[in-house]
């Protein structure tokens, strides 16, 4: 089956690609099924923002449409940057600001989570899926694959940054909730996603 990914993020497209091809799902990106709009997410929630982007493009789309909302929450920055992570500061220094905000917090004290919430609409209505990874904050940044905080978002003793996409999505909160969104889609369209 064919869906329409609500994004114009190239990191949670390839990833989304990753895990849900080998699926049997094909998901297409809004540019190229021609849909030029980027709604603003002024929702409070990962949940509320995912849905308001998943329902924006699914009115254009005519095919079920899924999207991604996801960030890191840091229990020593009370949660943030959470539903902010992408707007906290330019994505140059996202990993600079915040080891900066993290400098003294000791090793214990440096607790963290990813999650993401997929959004997905179809003709049946729509719905959420939620997928969470646990770690910690390095003290600097290692590796250089994946994207956002993956350099210091540390998963036992490596970063994200330092695995494979392979290794990243068996583990990440992407990878987790989309792997759910694979379950909803065989519920509603059978064996054939
Ligand atoms: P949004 O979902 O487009 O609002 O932005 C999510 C932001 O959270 C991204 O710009 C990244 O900064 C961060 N983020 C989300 N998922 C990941 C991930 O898998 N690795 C690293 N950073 C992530």
């Not at 089956?1 to 297409?28: D, F, Q």
């Not at 449409?65 to 009370?78: E, R």
């Not at 792997?179 to 509603?188: H, K, P």
Request: hydrophobic share 35%; net charge negative; aromatic share 6%.
């Amino acid at each position: 089956m064919k869906i329409v990914m609500a994004t114009n993020n190239e990191n949670k497209l390839r990833e989304a690609r990753e895990i849900l091809s080998p699926l049997g799902i094909e998901v297409i990106s809004q540019r190229e099924a021609g849909i030029d709009i980027e709604p603003e997410e002024n929702g409070a929630t990962f949940a509320e923002n995912a849905l308001i982007k998943a329902r924006a493009v699914y009115e254009l789309a005519g095919c079920p449409v899924i999207a991604d909302d996801s960030g890191l929450c840091v229990d020593a920055l009370g949660g943030a940057p959470g539903v902010f992570s992408a707007r906290w500061a330019p994505k140059e220094i996202q990993c600079e600001r915040l080891l900066e905000k993290m400098a003294g917090v000791p090793d214990e004290a440096r607790t963290a989570y990813f999650r993401c919430v997929v959004a997905y609409v179809d003709e049946n209505g729509s719905g959420t899926v939620t997928g969470d990874c646990h770690g910690t904050i390095s003290h600097e940044k290692r590796g250089t694959n994946g994207f956002g905080y993956d350099p210091v978002f540390l998963c036992g003793e490596r970063t994200l940054a330092e695995m494979t996409s392979d290794e990243k999505n068996a583990l990440s909160h992407r990878g987790a909730a989309l792997r759910q969104l694979s379950d909803v889609f065989q519920e509603r369209y059978g064996a054939s996603c």
